[in-house]
């Protein structure tokens, strides 16, 4: 006597890609928005001297809001690589 067995089936290779690390570029104009916003950070550096604790008070406040707008601005032209596993992120600063 012969087995009956359930007939098999036939798939056709499925579309699936090989899988490759996913690349990513993405550019943050962010230098222009300092610039921007500059104004506003010059204006506000003299609330420093009323917002903050007197023991705490920079020396002087433009001198402080200069030097951290040329930190920002300092990062212009910064490469951000971030690998995981599955992708591969880079981030340009500009």
Not at 11 to 28: D, G, H, N, T
Not at 37 to 45: F, G, I, V
Request: positive net charge.
């Amino acid at each position: 006597m012969m087995a009956v067995t359930a007939p098999t089936e036939s798939r056709a290779p499925s579309a699936v890609m090989p899988e490759k690390p996913v690349r990513l570029w993405l550019w943050l104009p962010l230098t222009p928005l300092f610039w921007l916003l500059s104004p506003l950070a010059l204006l506000t550096a003299p609330f420093l001297l009323a917002w903050l604790p007197r023991d705490q008070r920079p020396h002087r406040p433009y001198a402080s809001t200069v030097a951290f707008g040329r930190l920002l601005v300092s990062l212009s032209g910064l490469v951000v690589h971030i690998r995981a596993p599955g992708a591969r992120l880079s981030i340009r600063i500009f």
